[in-house]
């Protein structure tokens, strides 16, 4: 039987063969391909988490506006920067909706109309909080409160939704408390002269404590009102477009700003300078787009992902404080930020799979439940809304359907 002649082995390299450089560089084509691929494969399995923290980036630039807002000139009032800043935000709520063909968009579907206004009050008290907490404190300082708002929510669900709450939640809600009482930094516990400068980072005047412990007091109130506004979404549920939340809740914002203005017989401040009206449309703006953002990464991440890039917020809070005005916060105050964070995750984290997490902030609070595509139910007489007619209708608007496909009738849009 003839035997199979052994296959002949290539010597290596160094027993003369050598590397030419075409070997060369198809080897570093192929490893930089490689690492192309895999760089575009990280960034598709991370957009959502990646425009979640455009979002949070837009949200602090906001926040900082509203900072310079009170050092331009006379001091513009809270009330007056909530109502300007969400009427903005309304109209382009309304022109969002009638480009999408969303039904009722003004008024909202008639089964959950008195849950949508409950929203948009207790939600306004939620911003106000925010605002208001910024003429008398550090950007830092009023952003991480908003932070307390998990914990809040959870005792909410408690109360009025009978929601289990674990012994967990409730460690971390003490927590929390430690954690403001440490940026608040009250005379009575750390001793001082009851003055501090952490409020006049933007070239506003020093603020007195009995000043900053108003606005600690007000920050409260807003979270409050930004956990009740989550509790009424959670009551809203599916049965609204989350444009409808929205809208309703910069309106009733609106409202609510004109109406504390009228029986408060306060003083809004008109336009004098070009700077100043710049400032609040900019304000307006980032809101709008920060909340746009939100709405799009929450649709391309789970909720458990998603809350967890919330807390990016804080971070770009501390370096805008830095970068915009110089001023860093104490010790104090870094304490208790890591206190307030640490115990909104721990939240996060040991919540039953099955429910949604908290959002960690108040803006993110008025937006989570945008984050989802709701389908209400269709009504008699009524167009049905869809995700895919509502993308239809925003194509034909953005000019991505050809001339010869018009934009869906009604009657369409049941189908």
């Not at 009170?70 to 513009?76: K, N, Q």
């Not at 009427?87 to 849950?115: E, N, S």
């Not at 009102?225 to 939340?245: D, E, F």
């Not at 509502?390 to 849009?413: A, C, D, I």
């Amino acid at each position: 039987m003839a035997t199979r002649p052994p296959q002949s082995i290539d010597p290596p390299p160094s027993e003369g063969h050598t590397i030419s450089p075409s070997m060369v560089a198809e080897g570093g084509a192929t490893a930089s391909r490689n690492g192309s691929s895999a760089m575009r494969e990280f960034l598709k399995n991370n957009k959502g988490l990646f425009i979640i923290a455009a979002s949070q980036f837009f949200f602090s630039l906001m926040n900082l506006s509203v900072k310079f807002l009170t050092a331009i000139g006379e001091p513009v009032p809270t009330l007056e920067i909530v109502c300007v800043r969400m009427f903005i935000t309304y109209a382009c709520c309304q022109v969002y909706m009638f480009a999408a063909g969303v039904p009722d968009p003004i008024l909202g579907p008639k089964g959950v109309r008195k849950w949508l206004v409950i929203r948009g009050v207790v939600g306004f008290f939620g911003l106000f909080g925010l605002y208001y907490s910024l003429h008398y404190m550090s950007l830092s300082d009023a952003t991480v409160l908003t932070f307390l708002a998990p914990t809040v929510t959870a005792a909410f669900g408690f109360l009025f939704l009978r929601e289990a709450v674990s012994w967990k939640q409730m460690v971390a809600g003490l927590a929390s408390l430690v954690g403001v009482v440490l940026i608040a930094k009250p005379t009575s516990l750390f001793g001082g002269d009851g003055k501090t400068d952490t409020g006049s980072g933007a070239g506003g005047p020093i603020v007195t404590e009995a000043e900053r412990m108003v606005a600690v007091g007000v920050a409260m109130l807003g979270v409050l009102g930004a956990s009740a506004a989550y509790i009424s979404l959670r009551v809203i549920g599916k049965q609204a477009h989350p444009m409808h939340t929205m809208s309703y809740f910069s309106l009733w914002c609106v409202f609510v700003s004109i109406i504390g203005g009228l029986a408060t017989h306060g003083q809004w401040v008109l336009p004098r300078q070009w700077t100043w009206v710049g400032m609040l449309l900019i304000v307006g703006l980032f809101g709008f787009f920060a909340q746009l953002l939100l709405t799009l990464g929450l649709q391309r991440e789970t909720a458990s992902r998603g809350s967890m890039v919330l807390y990016i917020q804080i971070v770009f809070s501390l370096v805008f404080e830095r970068v915009a005005f110089g001023v860093s916060p104490s010790g104090l105050s870094l304490l208790g930020t890591c206190v307030i964070i640490a115990s909104a995750i721990y939240v996060a984290l040991n919540k039953p799979s099955k429910e949604t997490n908290t959002p960690a902030n108040t803006e993110s609070t008025a937006m989570w439940d945008m984050a989802p595509a709701a389908s209400p139910p269709q009504r008699k007489g009524e167009a049905c809304w869809t995700e895919t007619n509502e993308k239809k209708n925003l194509n034909w608007m953005l000019g991505k359907m050809s001339s010869t496909n018009p934009r869906p009738t009604k009657s369409q849009r049941r189908t």
